[in-house]
């Protein structure tokens, strides 16, 4: 009767401490108080109070190694969950991009169709540009199908001309930009010439940095000034000397 008193007496005791120090952390602490009474029956009913006492601070610890393997099945959940939303935001913006892709290529399709249709029937003057990397004046690769396409329409009417406009970004020197503007202009003509554009079709123009686009300078206006306009229009006649002894 006397060892079943201090058996019941020290149960009491552990557990209304424990509940008072885990009290912000009910799951833990219930664990803890799980272990600790299993730990104080099982001593006292090998050894006594002593036993009990020995029993209820291995059954905290058994609450312990409990609580964390509970954390940490609950941390391995979360990860879980947290590669399925990463694969899912991949998944969506993946799906974004290659509709993004599809539209700018068939608003450039579109494009080209409308140069290709003002070229056929050409009364007014037709206007385009092509843009160009920082201190570059290599063609992009991308430029080549609009070329053509102006190339084409030079060769089928010989009744027009082109007029190549170079320009450069307002950053670094200023005939340095005026001879980059003009190699500009040369690498568009000599790519029309090679298609077969005759250079009697072909007036050049280089003004460097002098006619930028938007009078804020900025990275995104710089791109934009870093251009060649092409201008396609009707040959101007040419006044002979008979004609203007006429007048």
């Given at each position: 009767?006397?060892?079943?008193?201090?058996?019941?007496?020290?149960?009491?005791?552990?557990?209304?401490?424990?509940?008072?120090?885990?009290?912000?952390?009910?799951?833990?602490?219930?664990?803890?108080?799980?272990?600790?009474?299993?730990?104080?029956?099982?001593?006292?009913?090998?050894?006594?109070?002593?036993?009990?006492?020995?029993?209820?601070?291995?059954?905290?610890?058994?609450?312990?190694?409990?609580?964390?393997?509970?954390?940490?099945?609950?941390?391995?959940?979360?990860?879980?969950?947290?590669?399925?939303?990463?694969?899912?935001?991949?998944?969506?913006?993946?799906?974004?991009?290659?509709?993004?892709?599809?539209?700018?290529?068939?608003?450039?399709?579109?494009?080209?169709?409308?140069?290709?249709?003002?070229?056929?029937?050409?009364?007014?003057?037709?206007?385009?540009?092509?843009?160009?990397?920082?201190?570059?004046?290599?063609?992009?690769?991308?430029?080549?199908?609009?070329?053509?396409?102006?190339?084409?329409?030079?060769?089928?009417?010989?009744?027009?001309?082109?007029?190549?406009?170079?320009?450069?970004?307002?950053?670094?020197?200023?005939?340095?930009?005026?001879?980059?503007?003009?190699?500009?202009?040369?690498?568009?003509?000599?790519?029309?010439?090679?298609?077969?554009?005759?250079?009697?079709?072909?007036?050049?123009?280089?003004?460097?940095?002098?006619?930028?686009?938007?009078?804020?300078?900025s990275f995104e206006n710089d791109f934009f000034d870093r251009r060649v306009v092409i201008k396609i229009e009707?040959?101007?006649?040419?006044?002979?000397?008979?004609?203007?002894?006429?007048?």
């Amino acid at each position: 009767m006397k060892k079943t008193l201090i058996t019941s007496a020290l149960i009491f005791a552990f557990s209304t401490n424990l509940a008072a120090a885990e009290i912000d952390d009910k799951r833990r602490a219930k664990n803890e108080l799980v272990g600790l009474g299993s730990g104080v029956l099982i001593g006292a009913a090998i050894g006594g109070p002593v036993g009990g006492l020995v029993g209820g601070i291995f059954g905290v610890v058994m609450g312990d190694d409990y609580n964390d393997t509970k954390n940490l099945e609950l941390a391995n959940q979360e990860i879980n969950e947290n590669k399925q939303s990463l694969a899912l935001l991949e998944k969506e913006y993946e799906e974004a991009l290659l509709l993004a892709n599809q539209k700018a290529s068939q608003l450039e399709q579109v494009r080209l169709v409308s140069l290709q249709t003002e070229l056929e029937q050409i009364v007014a003057p037709v206007e385009t540009s092509i843009q160009f990397k920082t201190a570059s004046h290599n063609l992009q690769p991308h430029y080549q199908k609009q070329l053509d396409i102006i190339a084409q329409s030079l060769l089928n009417n010989e009744n027009t001309q082109v007029v190549l406009e170079g320009h450069s970004d307002r950053r670094g020197d200023q005939s340095y930009n005026e001879a980059l503007s003009e190699q500009r202009v040369i690498s568009v003509k000599n790519y029309l010439k090679s298609q077969g554009v005759k250079s009697n079709q072909i007036q050049s123009l280089a003004f460097g940095e002098s006619q930028p686009l938007d009078e804020k300078q900025s990275f995104e206006n710089d791109f934009f000034d870093r251009r060649v306009v092409i201008k396609i229009e009707a040959k101007k006649p040419v006044l002979t000397a008979a004609a203007d002894a006429q007048h």
